[in-house]
T-cell receptor
Framework: DAGVIQSPRHEVTEMGQEVTLRCKPISGHDYLFWYRQTMMRGLELLIYFNNNVPIDDSGMPEDRFSAKMPNASFSTLKIQPSEPRDSAVYFC?????????????FGPGTRLTVL | SQQGEEDPQALSIQEGENATMNCSYK?????LQWYRQNSGRGLVHLIL?????REKHSGRLRVTLDTSKKSSSLLITASRAADTASYFCATAWGGNTPLVFGKGTRLSVIA
């Protein structure tokens, strides 16, 4: 199993630009989570999906952030326009049914730097 | 908001010693999970303990859960330099619900 895949691993952009982060969950998992990690606030949930449907997006900081899950194997997190305070590591995680249900498996993260 | 609070914030031990990290949380939970994060890397799942369990083992790891005190501990026995990392506890109020993370314990194992 390839695990959760995220791309890009690193992204450097200028303020005002659009940024798109991508995630491929583990095959068969029906829950997908987006988290953000910063020094100041630690790890925080942004949004999560069940069967491709957003369940809770209360962690999305503002309207500049949007997330989609068009199918069971792909999700995007978009920031438009980006700001320096968006600089962080963004993690995608997935979980599902079966023997290891409830265990969330994390991707390697995308380190975003907004200049 | 962060529910879990790890203690200590940082821990430095010699290789071969045991390391104990504690986690406290505030609300009722369905399960509690421990993760390891090496510097600049992703989160690696270590162990999950459910609210009706009191203790679990996995290799050199031992996790306890006391729901009456809303606390958990992670014990790493016979530590190795490769165990140097940050360790986070995370709680979930239900099955497959979002995790609420603590701020982590930075463990340094000196060879």
């Amino acid at each position: 199993d390839a695990g959760v895949i995220q791309s890009p691993r690193h992204e450097v952009t200028e303020m005002g630009q659009e940024v798109t982060l991508r995630c491929k969950p583990i095959s068969g998992h029906d829950y997908l989570f987006w988290y953000r990690q910063t020094m100041m606030r630690g790890l925080e949930l942004l949004i999560y999906f069940n069967n491709n449907v957003p369940i809770d997006d209360s962690g999305m900081p503002e309207d500049r952030f949007s997330a989609k899950m068009p199918n069971a194997s792909f999700s995007t997190l978009k920031i438009q326009p980006s700001e320096p305070r968006d600089s962080a590591v963004y993690f995608c995680a997935s979980s599902g049914s079966g023997a290891s249900t409830d265990t969330q498996y994390f991707g390697p993260g995308t380190r975003l730097t907004v200049l | 908001s962060q529910q879990g609070e790890e203690d200590p914030q940082a821990l430095s031990i010699q290789e071969g010693e045991n390391a104990t990290m504690n986690c406290s949380y505030k609300t009722s939970i369905n399960n509690l999970q421990w993760y390891r994060q090496n510097s600049g890397r992703g989160l690696v799942h270590l162990i999950l303990i459910r609210s009706n369990e009191r203790e679990k083992h996995s290799g050199r790891l031992r996790v306890t859960l006391d729901t009456s005190k809303k606390s958990s501990s992670l014990l790493i026995t016979a530590s190795r330099a490769a165990d140097t990392a940050s360790y986070f506890c995370a709680t979930a109020w239900g099955g497959n619900t979002p995790l609420v993370f603590g701020k982590g314990t930075r463990l340094s194992v000196i060879a």
